[in-house]
């Protein structure tokens, strides 16, 4: 399963809102570790921009690519 974020321009919201529903469905842990090695993310640009919560937005898509390096990939 891949997972594409384009243009986020830092909704850290809606990203939380992505890996809660991740969650549920049970692809990821309450620690961002994503439980299936074949689930991967991909951020195509323009994480940051617009918004008050860009910091926020980085600092977690940060973490999950530290806790899933071979997972997570950011364009």
Not at 12 to 30: G, Q, T
């Amino acid at each position: 399963r891949w997972y594409i974020w384009g243009a986020l321009h830092g909704s850290f919201h809606s990203l939380v809102r992505a890996l809660l529903n991740m969650k549920r469905y049970d692809l990821i842990d309450e620690h961002m570790v994503l439980k299936q090695a074949t689930t991967h993310l991909v951020f195509n640009g323009n994480i940051l921009n617009y918004g008050p919560y860009q910091i926020e937005t980085l600092l977690l898509i940060l973490q999950l690519y530290e806790k899933n390096p071979s997972q997570v990939f950011l364009m």
